[in-house]
């Protein structure tokens, strides 16, 4: 059971946005999905209607304002509210100090961080006329501190999880709930890519699971799994010399 009539997903073409499509489907859930690969969100959505559920898709880059616009506009017209409302879109891939592109850093940033930030500023006004609302940002475990290689994605997704908190503590008394979602690693197009050891990787439907479940337990912040939660919250307060000599060995620099 979910508690959610009408749900919004940003970035539902594959992997984890995929999957939460069809958890709030399988739970009656009735969904619009938006994102850039139109044909995979069609073939989605008539996925979804073949098991009996009701989806509807847009195309939406989270980088355009515009098309954010008109994507919730589209939400708006076909559920009527929106009860529950995931920004999933995300870019991920290393960034190596010693082929530093800032380029590569602002794009991670125009999609991971500052598409929260247009998608905030389009849905807070809609929400506070509905009189309540639930917003989740997936943002990751990866902002806890700057990992090897990962500059451009782990800032990006620090400011992620800032922006979200912020929201959180100032909403909270507009009966709009925000919810910062960290998951660890997930098996998806993203971390197919990664070239380092993954610990508890996790397929895309477990962590839909996790995160629906998370969701609906009224949590602020939706972490998992809790190995990688524990030892994100020792790293986070290691010295310098130790984090520094552990990133060597868990993310030597390539020379
Ligand atoms: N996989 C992991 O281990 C992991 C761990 C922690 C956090 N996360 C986060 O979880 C989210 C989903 O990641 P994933 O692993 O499922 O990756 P993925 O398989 O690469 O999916 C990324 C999704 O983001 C969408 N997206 C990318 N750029 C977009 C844009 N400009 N406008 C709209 N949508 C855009 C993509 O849709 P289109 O290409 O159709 O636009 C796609 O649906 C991301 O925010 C990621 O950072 C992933």
């Known amino acids: 059971m979910t508690k959610y009539n009408n749900v919004v997903i940003f970035g539902a073409s594959q992997g984890i946005g995929e999957a939460l499509a069809y ?12 994102s850039r690969n139109e044909e995979s969100i069609d073939q989605i959505s008539k996925g979804i209607q073949a098991i009996g559920g009701s989806c509807f898709f847009k195309k939406c880059d989270i980088s355009l304002m515009e098309e954010i616009k008109s994507g919730i506009e589209f939400a708006v017209e076909k559920l009527g509210t929106i009860d529950l409302l995931i920004i999933n879109s995300g870019i991920g891939g290393p960034n190596w100090m010693n082929n530093f592109s800032s380029n590569d850093f602002i794009n991670m940033f125009n999609v991971n961080t500052f598409g ?13 006329k509905q009189g309540y609302g639930t917003i989740a940002g997936i943002t990751s475990l990866a902002d806890i501190r700057g990992y090897g290689g990962s500059a451009s994605y782990s800032a990006s997704k620090a400011a992620g999880s800032i922006l979200l908190e912020s929201a959180r503590v100032e909403l909270k008394k507009h009966n709009i709930r925000v919810i910062t979602v960290r998951p660890g690693f997930v098996k998806t197009a993203m971390t197919d890519k990664n070239e380092f050891k993954m ?57």
């Open 199 to 255: 610990p508890f990787l996790m397929q895309p439907d477990i962590a839909a699971k996790r995160i629906r479940k998370g969701i609906d337990k009224g949590r602020s912040i939706v972490q998992f799994p809790w190995p990688i939660v524990m030892a994100s919250r020792i790293i986070k307060i290691l010295p310098n010399w130790i984090y520094d000599w552990a990133m060597d060995k868990a993310r030597p620099v390539k020379k």
């Open 116 to 128: 929260i930030a247009r998608v905030l500023e389009l849905t807070i006004p809609i929400m506070m």
């Open 23 to 34: 958890e709030y489907a399988e739970l009656n859930s009735a969904l619009v999905l938006l």
